[in-house]
Each structure stands twice: as structure tokens, then as C-alpha cells.
């Protein structure tokens, strides 16, 4: 993702930072590079003895430091000494403004020598406080964390070193100790401040990788006129520090922490470099920190664009993880192997992911702004728009709503939906969240199964399920004993019904029978359709035989009424009667075969002692020898 990408680029990672093993040539190569950025310290300090020297090597010391095991230590900080002596010596004696240049060769090198124990200590303490930050690899991105690196790295070790720098000062060059040691905290404290944090970005980058990085028009563009600004106003300008200010704001805000670390490194050297030619000059100062105090404006010109861009890029960090998330949050989204869709307040999709588009045949673009209703049948869509939505908007959510939505061709696909609802602040709602189960083959098995089982007319169960709960009748009946009975009922004449209004009337006859039927009988008894004009009820939970010639009765009541058979009010109204027979258990048989037949038989006593009545199975008398049964 681009944030890791981001934060591998310019973070101070303190993994690349963890000290390792590394050659003498790794170590040289860090000796001399801290030797040339002393160089450019010599090269552009304030030439009076005793003045502040903006002292920019103690940042790359402490880096290389921090990369090295402590037993490396010893060796680097020797070539460094060595370096930095050589870097001394060389300026002593070419300077003609040093007054000791001219006083012989062994003072001349004790001069160049002074300073070095100084350097040593700073860089040293620099690089032990900092990596007992523990949040280092925030520094390019926390305001805090920066600060306590240029406390750790740069204030600290320069005040703890200052000391002994002043020391250097009085034995070398005889000056006033408090007054070097306070230059030198200065000098240290600046040269850091403008390198530390440009110093550890370099190191975990790669200087070549940064540098590919830096090297683009628009970064040194803004460098060069920041550095224009910078020179105009100190030529130019009374009180130019204010002025300054401007072009490392404008870096810090516009582009990346990487410049604004480089404006600001470059910002620091030509402030020197100006106060080296006279350019900028600390006014005359009564006081004998007077000078010291001039410095501060220089510090205050750095810190606010280091903070600055320090602060811009958390904001960007965060601006950019935010937005990472939502595209993963998107992408999630869109790949989730179930439909969803979002809506808002006013039923509109405002999104959906691939598995709904598959699945309806559809392309995003014309879906979206459309509201949701446009894709269910119109059944759905009234009961999305008047019932389910209003209803959800008030309570945040709905579960398992069974709803047909239409596909790109017109075909139907049953879905079970639920969503939640997100609310704005004011309690507005902004948009769902919907998961679309798609049911559709679940339905179509289900209704196989059902049909396996019901018959397709009336939706009474048919003889297969008429025989397994009969079965279980009997077995259960046959364990807890009691009573139960098997009603066998068949029309009469329905044919005649057939024949006269037309085969629906009487499937309608059919349907209104087997409502009367249900209607009468209680939930757990058994109503079911054995094909034609028969049906058959399972009459449980019996307690004697009374009980059942009410339920009988009442059986034989309901068709008293004459059956309106429709369509419309005019159609034809006629008055059905039935035969029913029936057969008790245990008595008239306890297996369903037996019970089914006896009462069968019973129906068939009742059609011919003249129809429109009940019988109950009654068992065949004995006859006597040579009688049939
Ligand atoms: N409308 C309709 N008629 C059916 C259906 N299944 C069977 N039938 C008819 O129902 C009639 C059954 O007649 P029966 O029970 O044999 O004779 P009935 O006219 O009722 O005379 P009885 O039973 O002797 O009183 C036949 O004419 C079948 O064609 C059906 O699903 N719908």
C-alpha cells in the first residue's frame, strides 16, 4: 500500500537504523564524510577567534554511531579524531586570521587537536540518547518525537560537551571560558538542529535513493528560491530572520519532508555562510553573550519550517492512511462473496458490489442514483417502499426480509436481506449496508420437496405424508394408549359439479371443501386429499367416544352451507353434501393399512344407506357354518 510505501521512504526507521557490523572502509568513508562537513564548518564560521562556528559534523558522527555495534566505537571515533584533526590542522595553518597560525608547529597542532575530545563527547552522547528514543521512526512525522530528537541529538550533547569545548577555547586560543563554552553550545546546538533530522532521513533512505528522490524540478526549484529569498533578505532587508521564515513555511507546506529537511539543511549553511562574510553580523553587544543571543535568531528561522513540515507530513501520513483504508474498506467491499448493496435515506443505490451485479446481470453505472425498488418485482417493490424501508430507517436495521428482485432478463431471484443503517450526527440516515442471500434454489428445492409431500390443488398434505403421520399415529398411540380416529369423506356427485359448471368449479369446489375442512378440524389433526373428491382426516387426541361423534357432526356441518365456486359474484353457487366413514384405533385397526380400509369401507356403508351421512366402521357379524363373512 502507499502509506508502507511512504513510510519506508521517509520514515527514520529505526530497524535501518540498528547498529551491525560494518567494514573499515564503511568506517573511513563515515570518518572523511564527517571530516568534509567539518570542513565546510571551518570553511564558513565567523573567522574571529572565540566567535560561534556552526558546527554541522557532530549530526553525521552520531548517525554513523547509531549504526555501529559499541565495539566499533572506539575504532570510528579514533579515525574520526584523526580526520577532524587533520580537518583543524589544515584550516589553523592556512587561515591567516587565526592568531596562531603563526605560532609554531607543535602549538599549531595542539590548537587543531583542542577541539576534537569536544566533538567526540557530543557526537557520542548524541548518538547513545538517541536510540534509547523509543519512538524514533516517528520523528518525521510527530511534532513530539522531533522535538525530542533536537533535545536528544542536538541541545543536550552540545550543552554536555560545551564544557570541555570552552576548555578548549582557553587552553588553545586563551579566550574567556564561559564565553566560548557558550559559543560552542550555540554553534553545536544550530549545526544539529539543521542536520540531525535531514542526517537520519539520508541514513534510512540511502543517500542515492534520496537523492533520486530530491533531484526533480520542482524540489530544487523550491530550494533555489527558498536560498534567493533567503539571500535577498539578508542583503537587503534590516531585520531579514522574519523574511526568512517565508520560504521554509512554504516548503514545509507545499512539499515533501525530504526537501524541507534540505531547504533547511541549505537554509542553515548560507546563514552561516552570510555571517561568515559579514553579510549577516551579530550587532555590537555590550554584554558578553550578546553574541550568543544573535544566534537564537537563527534557530528560531529553522524550527518553525522544521516543525512545520514535520507536522504536514503526519497530516499527510494520516490523510493517506485514511484513504488507504477506504479503498481496502472498498475493495473489500466489492469482492465480498456475498450481494451486498447501499442505499441512501431515500431508497437510492449509491453502492454494490460485483457478486449483486453477477447476480442480477447488471453494470454499476446503471444501477447507481436508481432507487432499489426499480429492480424487485412489483410485489417487493411496494412492500420495500411503503413497509420495509420506512420501517428500517426507524429502527437501524432489518432482519431476513424476503424479497424478489428482478435480473437484467426479467427473471425473478428470491433473496433474503438484512441491513443496518448509519445515522449522521443529527440522527439523519446516511446510508445502509444491505446482505443479500440469494434463495432462489433453496426455494425451488423447497417447493419440490413440499410438492412431494402436498397436493398441488388444495395444499393439503397428500397420501404419502397422510400415511407417514398415520404411521406415527399408531406407533405413538401404541406406546401412550388413548384414542384416535381416521375419517374417510368423499363428495356426492361430484362428478355432476364437474359436468354441469366446467371442471374449475370444481376445482374450486375442491379448494373451498378442503378450507371448511381445515377450518373445522383443530391444528394438530391431520386434513389431507387422497386424489379426486377424497379426503381423509387424522382425528387425535381423542378421550372418548363422545368427543368424536361432535367432531363428526361438526365435520358433516360444514357442509350445510352451500359453496359459492366463483369466479366473480356471479358465479355459480352450489349446495355439495359428502359421505364420510370412519374408523376408530384401536378398535377398528392399529396399523394405517387397516384403519384406511375400515374406513373406507365405512364411507362406502354411509354412499349406500343414501349418501350425506357418516358411518362408523362397524366389524362384520359371524355368520353361522356354510354363510359368508
Ligand atoms: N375438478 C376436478 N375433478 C376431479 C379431480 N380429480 C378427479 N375429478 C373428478 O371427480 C370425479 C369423481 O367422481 P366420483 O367420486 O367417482 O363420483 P361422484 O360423482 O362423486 O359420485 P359419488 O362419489 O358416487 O357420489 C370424477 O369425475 C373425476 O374426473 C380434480 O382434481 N378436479
Redesign the pocket.
Known amino acids: 500500500m502507499q502509506t508502507d510505501a511512504l513510510r519506508a521512504d521517509n520514515a527514520v526507521s529505526s530497524s535501518l537504523l540498528a547498529p551491525r557490523d560494518r567494514t573499515p572502509g564503511w568506517l573511513w568513508e563515515w570518518a572523511l564524510l564527517v571530516g568534509a562537513v567539518a570542513c565546510v564548518s571551518l570553511a564558513i564560521s565567523d573567522p574571529r577567534p572565540g566567535q560561534v562556528m556552526v558546527w554541522f559534523a557532530n549530526a553525521f558522527g552520531a548517525v554513523a554511531l547509531m549504526r555501529l555495534p559499541k565495539r566499533q566505537w572506539p575504532a570510528f571515533l579514533v579515525l574520526v579524531a584523526l580526520v577532524l584533526w587533520a580537518a583543524h590542522g589544515g584550516f589553523t595553518l592556512v587561515s591567516p586570521n587565526v592568531a596562531v597560525s603563526q605560532a609554531g608547529g607543535l602549538h599549531t597542532a595542539w590548537v587543531a587537536f583542542a577541539d576534537v575530545p569536544g566533538y567526540l563527547l557530543g557526537m557520542a552522547l548524541a548518538a547513545l540518547w538517541l536510540e534509547r528514543l523509543p519512538a524514533l521512526e516517528q520523528a518525521g512525522e510527530s511534532p513530539t518525537v522531533q522535538a525530542q530528537v533536537l533535545l536528544r541529538g542536538a541541545l543536550l550533547p552540545a550543552m554536555a560537551s560545551a564544557p570541555l569545548g570552552g576548555l578548549a577555547g582557553v587552553l588553545a586560543l586563551r579566550g574567556d571560558w564561559s564565553n566560548m563554552a557558550l559559543n560552542w553550545l550555540v554553534g553545536g546546538t544550530i549545526g544539529s538542529v539543521a542536520m540531525l533530522p535531514l542526517v537520519l532521513l539520508l541514513a534510512t533512505r540511502g543517500v542515492r535513493s534520496a537523492a533520486r528522490g530530491w533531484f526533480q524540478p520542482v524540489h530544487v526549484g523550491m530550494a533555489l528560491i527558498s536560498l534567493s529569498v533567503v539571500l535577498w533578505s539578508a542583503t537587503s532587508l534590516p531585520k531579514p530572520f522574519v523574511v526568512m521564515l517565508a520560504p521554509m513555511v512554504w516548503v514545509a507546506v507545499r512539499s515533501t519532508l525530504l526537501n524541507s529537511l534540505v531547504v533547511n539543511g541549505l537554509i542553515a549553511l548560507a546563514m552561516a555562510a552570510l555571517i561568515r562574510v559579514g553579510v549577516l553580523l551579530p550587532p555590537p553587544s555590550s554584554i558578553w553573550w550578546g553574541d550568543a543571543v544573535y544566534y537564537i535568531s537563527v534557530l528560531a528561522t529553522l524550527l518553525p519550517g522544521l516543525f512545520l513540515a514535520v507536522m504536514s507530513e503526519g497530516q499527510r501520513r494520516m490523510t493517506q492512511a485514511l484513504a488507504d483504508r477506504e479503498a481496502r474498506a472498498l475493495s473489500l467491499y466489492r469482492a465480498t462473496p456475498a450481494m451486498l448493496h447501499s442505499i441512501d435515506g431515500s431508497g437510492c443505490i449509491v453502492q454494490v458490489n460485483q457478486l449483486w451485479l453477477d447476480t442480477l446481470g447488471y453494470q454499476e453505472a446503471e444501477v447507481l442514483g436508481r432507487h432499489i425498488a426499480d429492480f424487485m418485482t412489483s410485489g417487493s417493490a411496494r412492500y420495500a417502499r411503503d413497509v420495509v424501508i420506512p420501517q428500517a430507517l426507524h429502527d437501524g436495521r432489518c432482519n431476513n426480509v424476503e424479497y424478489q428482485f428482478l435480473t437484467r432478463d426479467g427473471a425473478v431471484r428470491d433473496v433474503l436481506l438484512s441491513a443496518v443503517w448509519e445515522f449522521d450526527a443529527d440522527g439523519r440516515p446516511e446510508r445502509s449496508l444491505a446482505v443479500l442471500q440469494d434463495v432462489t434454489e433453496k426455494k425451488r428445492l423447497q417447493a419440490r420437496s413440499h410438492f412431494a409431500e402436498h397436493d398441488a ?1 388444495t395444499g393439503l398434505p397428500n397420501r404419502v405424508l397422510l400415511h407417514d403421520r398415520l404411521k406415527m399415529l399408531c406407533a405413538h398411540h401404541d406406546r401412550h394408549n388413548g384414542l384416535f380416529a381416521v375419517g374417510f369423506l ?10 354441469v359448471y ?9 379448494q373451498a371443501v378442503a378450507r371448511r375442512l381445515q377450518g373445522v378440524l383443530r391444528a394438530e389433526d391431520t386434513v389431507s386429499r387422497l ?4 379426503f381423509v382426516m387424522l382425528l387425535g387426541g381423542l378421550s372418548h367416544s363422545g368427543e368424536l361423534s361432535t367432531l363428526v357432526a361438526k365435520i358433516m356441518a360444514t357442509f350445510a352451507e352451500p359453496c359459492h365456486l366463483g369466479p366473480g359474484p356471479d358465479g355459480p353457487v352450489v349446495q355439495v353434501a359428502a ?1 364420510l366413514g370412519v374408523a376408530v384405533y384401536p378398535g377398528d385397526g392399529t396399523d394405517p393399512q387397516t384403519l384406511l380400509l375400515h374406513a373406507d369401507q365405512a364411507m362406502y356403508e354411509a ?1 349406500r344407506s343414501g ?1 350425506n351421512r357418516c358411518a362408523f366402521y362397524r366389524r362384520p357379524v359371524k355368520a353361522g357354518r356354510g354363510h359368508p363373512l
Open positions: 390443488l368423499d363428495l356426492d356427485h361430484f362428478k355432476d359439479v364437474n359436468d366446467g371442471h374449475d368449479a370444481g376445482d374450486a369446489l375442491l386424489g379426486g373428491d377424497e359421505s354412499k349418501r
